[in-house]
């Protein structure tokens, strides 16, 4: 394999920096066509810091979407502005519940769900204590609010994403498009375009079906085919220790525990189907490309890039380089990345 940096003729991006201009490569794997498995041998005398430039291709479900979309689960967020200064938000997902904010005590939050996997809903019954919101709950406080769902059925990626208010995602970007929460303590309710009412709880028990539902059903991201591909209704009550929702969501939950992406899942998947990656002299991986350490590339949305210093202790390595069936060097299927070499390159970087 030739190890000449030479490639794209109209490149945009200076990928490698010039201090590396009279410096020996450790290793280089570049310009590779399809259908390649490549490798090349490497030693390092002493622990050191490597300067990594790869490029290569996006898996086709992850080209599809934004990059804020990659390896996330079916989720729910809530979005509150208490006040002029005051943001937060709370996400869920499906199988851990309650994921975390800042500042907020995953033990005062709870959460439940029940499955039905027959007629493809779910239902979450979530609390938030007004502590953890700091608002003092009383009828006709109303505050800044928004909802959003996001939609995950090939377990890679969240293809589509719905909201209550704000058109456009991220929500948290647009706080001032909130619709309003209100808390009322009337007994009749009706549900409205620019305002959700949550209803006071006099008993120890929720009465749901007391309280409109809200259809969430905006699409604010990606593709959602229609309300039982993505949909959901919102419910809200409060008393004077805690704001309540129930979320009716409408979405494919058979295995939905399969297809969630757990922290030890994330290394697991395959998110580029050209990519390098370094094994030790024991074959074990220890450092690769992926969707989530490389930024576009120029040409097409699948394009990535890497561009990162890593740290490998003295020893013998190699490094690979593996690309599919198409869109490769001097076989593109569409724009090629605005980069001087298709492939990895490595540099001692101390």
Same mark, same amino acid.
């Given at each position: 394999?030739?190890?000449?940096?030479?490639?794209?003729?109209?490149?945009? @991006?200076?990928?490698?920096?010039?201090?590396?201009?009279?410096?020996?490569?450790?290793?280089?794997?570049?310009?590779? $066509?399809?259908?390649?498995?490549?490798?090349?041998?490497? /030693?390092?005398?002493?622990?050191?810091?490597?300067?990594?430039?790869?490029?290569?291709?996006?898996? *086709?479900?992850?080209?599809?979407?934004?990059?804020?979309?990659?390896?996330?689960?079916?989720?729910?967020?809530?979005?509150?502005?208490?006040?002029?200064?005051? +943001?937060?938000?709370?996400?869920?997902?499906?199988?851990?519940?309650?994921?975390?904010?800042?500042?907020?005590?995953?033990?005062?939050?709870?959460?439940?769900?029940?499955?039905?996997?027959?007629? !493809?809903?779910?239902?979450?019954?979530?609390?938030?204590?007004?502590?953890?919101?700091?608002?003092?709950?009383?009828?006709?406080?109303?505050?800044?609010?928004?909802?959003?769902?996001?939609?995950?059925?090939?377990?890679?990626?969240?293809?589509?994403?719905?909201?209550? +208010?704000?058109?456009?995602?991220?929500?948290?970007? +647009? @706080?001032?498009?909130?619709?309003?929460? *209100?808390?009322?303590?009337?007994?009749?309710?009706?549900?409205?375009?620019?305002?959700?009412? #949550?209803?006071?709880?006099?008993?120890?028990?929720?009465?749901?079906?007391?309280?409109?539902?809200?259809?969430? %059903?905006?699409?604010?991201?990606?593709?959602?085919?229609?309300?039982?591909?993505?949909?959901?209704?919102?419910? #809200?009550?409060?008393?004077?220790?805690?704001?309540?929702?129930?979320?009716?969501?409408?979405?494919?939950?058979?295995?939905?525990?399969? *297809?969630?992406?757990?922290?030890?899942?994330?290394?697991?998947?395959?998110?580029?189907?050209?990519?390098?990656?370094? %094994?030790?002299?024991?074959?074990? @991986?220890?450092?690769?490309?992926?969707?989530?350490? /490389?930024? !576009?590339?120029?040409?097409?949305?699948?394009?990535?890039?890497?561009?990162?210093?890593?740290?490998?202790?003295?020893?013998?390595?190699?490094?690979?380089?593996?690309?599919?069936?198409? !869109?490769?060097?001097? +076989?593109?299927?569409?724009? $090629? $990345?605005?980069?001087?070499?298709?492939?990895?390159?490595?540099?001692?970087?101390?």
């Amino acid at each position: 394999m030739a190890s000449t940096i030479t490639g794209n003729t109209h490149n945009a @991006i200076p990928l490698i920096n010039k201090k590396y201009n009279n410096k020996p490569r450790l290793a280089a794997l570049v310009n590779i $066509p399809d259908y390649c498995d490549t490798m090349q041998s490497f /030693t390092i005398k002493q622990d050191a810091a490597v300067q990594v430039y790869g490029v290569g291709e996006l898996v *086709r479900p992850l080209a599809q979407v934004r990059a804020p979309y990659f390896l996330k689960n079916d989720d729910l967020e809530f979005f509150f502005h208490p006040s002029q200064n005051d +943001h937060r938000n709370y996400l869920f997902t499906a199988v851990e519940g309650f994921m975390g904010t800042s500042g907020a005590k995953k033990s005062a939050i709870t959460f439940s769900k029940k499955i039905d996997s027959t007629n !493809h809903t779910a239902e979450f019954l979530i609390s938030i204590p007004w502590n953890e919101l700091g608002t003092q709950p009383k009828e006709g406080v109303e505050m800044d609010f928004d909802f959003a769902v996001g939609d995950n059925d090939d377990g890679i990626r969240q293809e589509g994403k719905i909201g209550w +208010h704000t058109g456009t995602d991220p929500l948290v970007d +647009h @706080i001032y498009n909130y619709g309003k929460l *209100r808390l009322t303590a009337k007994k009749d309710l009706s549900s409205q375009q620019d305002c959700i009412y #949550s209803k006071y709880k006099t008993t120890d028990t929720l009465c749901w079906d007391n309280i409109p539902a809200t259809a969430i %059903e905006k699409v604010i991201a990606g593709e959602v085919k229609d309300k039982y591909d993505c949909g959901a209704l919102l419910r #809200s009550c409060w008393d004077k220790k805690n704001l309540y929702f129930l979320v009716r969501v409408y979405d494919f939950f058979i295995q939905y525990e399969r *297809r969630y992406i757990s922290k030890e899942k994330v290394s697991t998947l395959k998110t580029l189907c050209d990519y390098g990656y370094i %094994e030790d002299d024991k074959g074990r @991986i220890v450092w690769a490309m992926s969707a989530m350490n /490389t930024i !576009h590339a120029g040409g097409c949305v699948k394009n990535r890039l890497a561009d990162t210093v890593i740290s490998l202790k003295a020893g013998t390595y190699t490094l690979k380089y593996s690309s599919d069936e198409s !869109h490769a060097y001097g +076989h593109w299927d569409a724009d $090629p $990345p605005l980069t001087p070499f298709y492939g990895i390159v490595l540099y001692q970087a101390n």
